[in-house]
């Protein structure tokens, strides 16, 4: 097979998913209260993640930010939100399902991926594993308060690498 007979039928969503030990409300409020979202995934935020509310996140060892449009918060359940410039601007929802052993399965779930094949592949892979190093960060934290540097430490100075 060669990369001309390679042909989306449709784009997927990104999915991924964690357990982490800890009940949900725990979870959620990490991922809403950047006091402490900026211990495992971006270093600054202009704001908690509210309905309605509009925020920017930055990554300032890359030079990095992103826009945050919340569209919706369901407290300890759900946070939706668009994020992105306006041409390249996705959907992201964050679900928290309460399970066994007061622990909870976030699953992060990014649609709205545009551009050719190429592109769409690129970000479906980086997403991908942004995401999962932001919920492995997650976890550490809060099952054994650890920091995790995994996000910071993704792309050294130094070293070649595609875009973050």
């Known amino acids: 097979m060669s990369a001309d007979d ?13 357990l982490v ?42 030079g990095v930010s992103a826009d945050v449009a919340v569209k919706d918060v369901e407290q300890g359940r759900r946070i939706l939100f668009d994020w992105g410039d306006d041409d390249e ?30 592109a769409v592949a690129a970000r479906l892979a980086g997403s991908t594993g942004g995401f999962s190093l932001a919920l492995s960060a997650l976890k550490a934290y809060l099952e054994h308060d650890i920091v995790l540097a995994v996000v910071a430490d993704r792309f050294p100075k130094g070293l070649e690498h595609e875009e973050a």
């Open 21 to 62: 030990r800890r009940p949900a409300d725990q979870v959620f409020r990490a991922l809403v209260d950047p006091a402490i979202t900026t211990r495992f995934w971006f270093t600054r935020s202009t704001g908690k993640l509210a309905p309605g509310a509009h925020v920017r996140w930055d990554w300032e060892m890359y």
């Open 6 to 18: 390679l042909h989306l039928t449709h784009i997927p969503p990104v999915r991924v998913g964690m």
């Open 89 to 118: 601007s996705t959907t992201v929802e964050f679900r928290f399902a309460p399970c066994e052993g007061n622990a909870t399965f976030v699953e992060v779930t990014e649609t709205g991926l545009t551009g050719d094949g190429d």
